[in-house]
């Protein structure tokens, strides 16, 4: 699981093993889930503070490890709202692109998430949910990956889908609490990672 904070756990209790990639291993008998989710980090550009990018950061952290048949890619969203920010929907989707193209490079099956909403969060802003919305709907439809999770779909209000459902919320609007992590992990279809 190539992620950021959601992956890595923020809005679940420290310790309690309740993050979505462990929720998903018990679901999966007999394979093991590698969380490489960190804090901050992007898909397009590198941090002084939260490291590099998942471009950067693909051969050491995903291709190198031993065993591995799927990859699920779940970042974007820090690339929407951490300076300097990404509007472009094209250079999102064409970076997804770049990482799937160099999963099957490897003979790894590639599956992505589309990014879930964080209305409510301090630096949301109405410009990067379109832009989150462009960027999910090119994932759904464009085959980008060779399957996809839908978190947002999972996780967002009906009634108002730039926020997440308040039941799975944390409380600061961008990361899901438990039961919002329980909901991602169901949202991952088992056969997409076999």
């Known amino acids: 699981m190539l992620g950021d904070s959601i992956a890595e756990g923020s809005g679940t209790p420290d310790d309690a093993d309740l993050r979505w990639p462990d929720q998903l291993a018990r679901r999966l008998s007999g394979s093991a ?38 990859v699920l890619v779940h970042l974007g969203v820090n690339d929407l709202h951490h300076l300097p920010v990404e509007r472009d929907p094209a250079r999102m989707v064409a970076a997804y692109r770049q990482l799937a193209l160099r999963a099957r490079s490897a003979g790894l099956r590639a599956v992505g998430a589309t990014i879930t909403p964080f209305e409510g969060w301090t630096r949301w802003t109405p410009e990067a949910d379109a832009v989150r919305r462009e960027v999910n709907e090119a994932l759904r439809t464009g085959r980008v990956f060779d399957a996809v ?46």
């Open 33 to 70: 889930v590698a969380n490489l989710g960190i804090s901050g980090n992007r898909l397009l550009l590198d941090s002084d503070r939260f490291g590099p990018s998942a471009q950067a950061r693909f051969d050491r952290d995903v291709l190198s490890l031993p065993g591995l048949r799927t």
């Open 149 to 194: 999770a839908d978190f947002d779909a999972a996780l967002r209000d009906p009634d108002r889908p730039s926020r997440l459902l308040p039941a799975y919320d944390s409380g600061d609007g961008l990361h899901p609490g438990t039961e919002g992590h329980t909901a991602i992990a169901a949202a991952v279809d088992p056969r997409h990672l076999r």
